[in-house]
């Protein structure tokens, strides 16, 4: 059982996708207040969170106006916020020759801007509370090992590590940390839709991956939830890989 989180209000964007599903769920379970967020409908937003207390705003995390409103509805209805999980991002599959400028503009404008808009928006929130904070962005393992046509995530998401870098040695004095979980293959989301259709993938993953397995979204949401715990009160600026190795046969070792 995850401790640690009972009672803080925490926003979670990409909250309809696997992973940010994942982490919904958990933290809920926990006892946290969570504003979920995502760009789908709300009726099909209520229709995979289920009936676990907290709340939904539809948000585009590519527009800031959307994103200060949605900060504004938790401040106005928690009357803070103590942690963000920015699991929001998109994945684009393109030969790096094939790339195109609106595929490019896009991947980076979720993954990357989105992160740093959010991040931003409910940092500027936190200082003026006067409250500690925590953030973790979501990564991934592929943000430091290049991967075949997937040039603009693997960008994005190299990115968004610094990002949580720069961003906890500024918001770090004021009590505001900020970590950045990494995840491996993940069975969810189009990876498990590419491996229903191709489990020969599946399989060569499987052998490749010291713990001879892939993940799952639990696996990930507790990671999170750990670092949004008081476990992790003096981690900042840190990558968490949750990868189950697979780095390691990448690296050669």
């Given at each position: 059982m995850v401790s640690g989180v009972d009672g803080r209000v925490v926003l979670v964007t990409g909250a309809c996708g696997d992973l940010g599903l994942a982490v919904t769920k958990l933290l809920q379970s926990a006892g946290a207040f969570v504003l979920a967020s995502d760009v789908v409908a709300t009726g099909e937003a209520s229709h995979l969170l289920g009936s676990a207390p907290g709340e939904y705003v539809q948000c585009d995390v590519r527009r800031r106006s959307e994103v200060e409103a949605l900060v504004g509805r938790a401040v106005a209805t928690y009357g803070r916020?103590?942690?963000?999980?920015?699991?929001?991002?998109?994945?684009?599959?393109?030969?790096?020759?094939?790339?195109?400028?609106?595929?490019w503009d896009e991947v980076i404008a979720v993954n990357l801007t989105g992160g740093f808009t959010t991040a931003q928006v409910v940092a500027q929130a936190m200082r003026?509370?006067?409250?500690?904070?925590?953030?973790?962005?979501?990564?991934?393992?592929?943000?430091?090992?290049?991967?075949?046509?997937?040039?603009?995530?693997?960008?994005?998401?190299?990115?968004?590590?610094?990002?949580?870098?720069?961003?906890?040695?500024?918001?770090?004095?004021?009590?505001?940390?900020?970590?950045?979980?990494?995840?491996?293959?993940i069975d969810a989301g189009v990876s498990a839709k590419v491996f229903e259709t191709a489990p020969d993938r599946r399989a060569a993953l499987e052998q490749v991956i010291p713990m001879g397995r892939l993940g799952v979204p639990r696996q990930v949401a507790d990671c999170v939830a750990f670092l949004l715990s008081e476990a992790a009160e003096y981690v900042t600026g840190a990558t968490l890989v949750v990868d189950g190795g697979i780095r390691l046969a990448h690296d050669g070792g």
């Open positions: 916020i103590d942690a963000l999980v920015a699991a929001a991002g998109i994945v684009r599959w393109t030969p790096a020759l094939e790339v195109t400028e609106a595929v003026r509370q006067g409250t500690p904070g925590s953030m973790v962005l979501i990564g991934s393992w592929i943000g430091d090992t290049p991967s075949r046509s997937l040039l603009p995530y693997c960008v994005s998401k190299a990115g968004l590590k610094m990002l949580s870098r720069c961003l906890a040695l500024e918001l770090g004095p004021i009590g505001i940390r900020v970590n950045v979980v990494a995840p491996g293959v």
